[in-house]
């Protein structure tokens, strides 16, 4: 699942007065060698508030940091550690900035829709199914395509988004696959093996049939974000997926949850997700 669509610094893309697509400028004052004092017992981070704001990573913020596009209080910060205030104002490119309120909003994604923020060609985005969830920006966790159903989050949290899209997290996503004939006790063994797409190996975590349903029924859990690569894992063997599923992301269910809507993670899910190493 390719995802550098959402990078953080693609989220900003058709946002008005955006800092990371404006043109660089030139700036009317000089570094200074010694930069604001601040208080060190109390305060944010500086690459953790340019983060909150929505702007980026903290990673890529202490890179911005250290480039000079960050003032507080009209001067120009370029110390990693400084702490940010109440009282602060901070500026990005020039633009002030503030910390958003974090949201995550959990969607049954139906047919038909595209994971992206929008799109040139007029089709439908899953943007459109959570516009009323939050007056902040947020965006999906990833992706799925056109023809997947099942569970996408979205939240404005850049640090949890990212980790929850890296591989090294080990994500768990089960997905309920439909086959377009029996899946044969072979094949299945086969994919419980070492299987090779593309010149690089996958790793499914789990695949067995579904318990009450015939053999082109098929749970198969994985941790990779490649593209398309559930579809892809079940061509290698042969087969199309006339249908395709995710029903965990996470430990996130669709409990509760119909086809089409959306709701607000609850403080314990919200807590879950932060502790995922």
Excluded at 61 to 77: F, M, R
Excluded at 96 to 111: A, G, M, T, V
Aim: hydrophobic share 30%; with cysteine.
């Amino acid at each position: 699942m390719k995802s550098n669509k959402n990078s953080s610094r693609g989220r900003q893309e058709g946002k008005s007065k955006a800092p990371l697509n404006r043109k660089p400028t030139k700036k009317t004052y000089s570094k200074i060698k010694n930069t604001p004092k601040s208080d060190e017992s109390s305060g944010i981070r500086l690459n953790k508030y340019i983060a909150n704001s929505g702007i980026c990573s903290r990673r890529e913020a202490d890179t911005y940091i250290e480039h000079g596009s960050v003032q507080v209080n009209g001067k120009l910060v370029t110390e990693m550690g400084y702490k940010v205030q109440p009282t602060d104002v901070v500026q990005f490119d020039g633009t002030s900035i503030s910390p958003e309120e974090k949201r995550y909003i959990l969607l049954n994604k139906p047919k038909n829709y595209i994971t992206t923020m929008d799109d040139d060609r007029g089709r439908k985005t899953v943007m459109e199914l959570v516009a009323n969830a939050s007056k902040e920006r947020i965006y999906p966790v990833g992706r799925l395509d056109r023809n997947t159903t099942g569970l996408l989050l979205f939240t404005n949290d850049g640090d949890l988004a990212k980790k929850l899209t890296h591989p090294k997290h080990n994500v768990r996503k089960l997905y309920h696959a439909s086959l377009d004939r029996k899946l044969d006790l072979k094949d299945l063994e086969k994919l419980r093996g070492d299987v090779i797409i593309e010149g690089r190996k996958v790793f499914i975590d789990a695949i067995s049939y579904v318990d009450g349903q015939p053999k082109s029924e098929v749970g198969i859990e994985i941790h990779s974000g490649r593209n398309r690569i559930v579809r892809k894992i079940f061509e290698h063997v042969g087969y199309k997926v006339n249908k395709l599923d995710r029903v965990i992301f996470a430990e996130l269910t669709k409990k509760n949850l119909p086809r089409g809507r959306w709701r607000a993670l609850t403080n314990l899910e919200i807590a879950n997700l932060q502790k995922m190493k």
